[in-house]
Nanobody, 122 residues
Framework: QVQLVESGGGLVQAGGSLRLSCAAS??????YAWFRQAPEKEREFVAG???????TYADSVKGRFTISRDNAKNTMYLQMNNLKPEDTAVYYC??????????????????WGQGTQVTVSS
């Protein structure tokens, strides 16, 4: 059974840091991404990474967030620094098999985690 399990969310003050993890089981994925969804807003792309380690970031998180992966552990990470209140959202891990690009559309991913809450206080 394929599963993506996120961890690492929580409450942090503005300027603080958090590290999210996404552990995959049941399959090896070529592409991973993080999306987030704030209350009453649509789910949006945050960062993505392909099998070779190529990365892409949303403009709103460039320079503050870093996505990485450990293929031996089948795990993907999101290091979030200098967090802002507008980063508050439920963060979702997404994965797909195949493809050489870094995909930013929700429709490109067919496996999703359950989400982890990140709350940044001002």
């Amino acid at each position: 059974q394929v599963q993506l399990v996120e961890s690492g969310g929580g409450l942090v003050q503005a300027g603080g840091s958090l590290r999210l993890s996404c552990a995959a089981s049941g399959r090896t994925f070529s592409n991973y991404a993080w999306f987030r969804q704030a209350p009453e807003k649509e789910r949006e792309f945050v960062a993505g990474i392909n099998w070779l380690g190529r990365t892409t970031y949303a403009d709103s998180v460039k320079g503050r967030f870093t996505i990485s992966r450990d293929n031996a552990k089948n795990t993907m990470y999101l290091q979030m620094n200098n967090l802002k209140p507008e980063d508050t959202a439920v963060y979702y891990c997404a994965a797909r098999e195949g493809g050489g690009f870094v995909y930013i559309s929700i429709r490109e991913y067919n496996y999703w985690g359950q989400g982890t809450q990140v709350t940044v206080s001002s």
